[in-house]
């Protein structure tokens, strides 16, 4: 799948897409380094087919330092069966491997970030020819895409599933649609800061069914937030048709992002104080976190006040801040159920 102008993909896959069962196997990309002159960077995929029926894309890891995708998208990987599956499910618990192995949001190869590396490119860095390999060959067969996100070490998340308003008022309603089957405790109407370069924008754009999880944060999960995702990818997969059996529902709390008031920043740096926790009620310029200045002692904080009213849905994890940081995400209440 070459288009005018480009290379094809340096990425051989030694599964193959077509064949029906299930397959294990790795994305393989060429990489010469110090250690290893014909080296190769091996992304493990597998593969799940039976029949014509749908085919959903799983991935976890665009960023290296979140775990409850690859948590359970590995379990995922080694317990479903063929005969389990109605079409095919395509299982990446890792898309940036090189930050997954470091444990860091980018890679520690071209410290690129996947999520703002797409459409990618074939003759680009490391994470750009991944990035082009699932632009160009793994969202084309996709019909469906769950990409799993938490807040690695600089975020903490309220768990929600989330979906996008987009100008394709059909293909939005399906894709909420899914983040209802996925029943989270929350589910998000989410605005990104800057979607220019994501994973999400590439698959919204090709038409294809796309939902995102940011399932808790501090760089781990817990029994909770993998517990979560384990469940919500079956539900997603029940919806989708492809595995047979009811949605498990469960009660959620539907929030939203309307605009940029959502977000509060640091303008200087320093020791941050969180005056109320994730799920807390916030009204309209309340003060939601202090900044101190560590030079020296005397010296009144910096405060960050709320843009809007709502509930404190993100919060930035760790003790020091920096100009610039996110500090505290606020978003509406617009509905419960359950």
Known sequence: MTEIGLRPSPISATVNFAAEGVQHGFLRL?????????????????????????????????????????IALFDLARSLKAEDVNGTVIIVPAMNYPAFLAGTRTSP???????RSFPGRPDGTVTEKIADYFGRVLLPMADLVLDFHSGGKTLDFLPFCAAHILPNKQQQEKAFEFVTAFAAPYSMKMLEIDAVGMYDTAAEEMGKIFITTELGGGGTATAKSAAIAKRGTMNVLRHAGIVAGAVDPGPTTWLDMPDGRCFSFAEEGGLIELVIDLGEVVTDNAVIARIYPTGRTGVAPREIRAGMNGIL?????????????????????????G
């Open 109 to 115: 190869i071209d410290r690129g970030n996947m999520n």
């Open 313 to 337: 849905c993100a919060r930035h994890f760790p003790g020091l801040v920096k100009a610039g940081d996110c500090v505290a995400v606020v978003a509406i209440v617009t509905a419960r159920t």
């Open 30 to 70: 060429p990489y010469s380094r110090d250690d290893s002159a014909w080296g190769s960077v091996m992304v493990p995929i597998t593969v799940i087919r039976n029949g014509k029926g749908p085919t959903a894309l799983l991935t976890g890891g665009n960023h290296g330092d979140e775990y409850e995708g690859p």
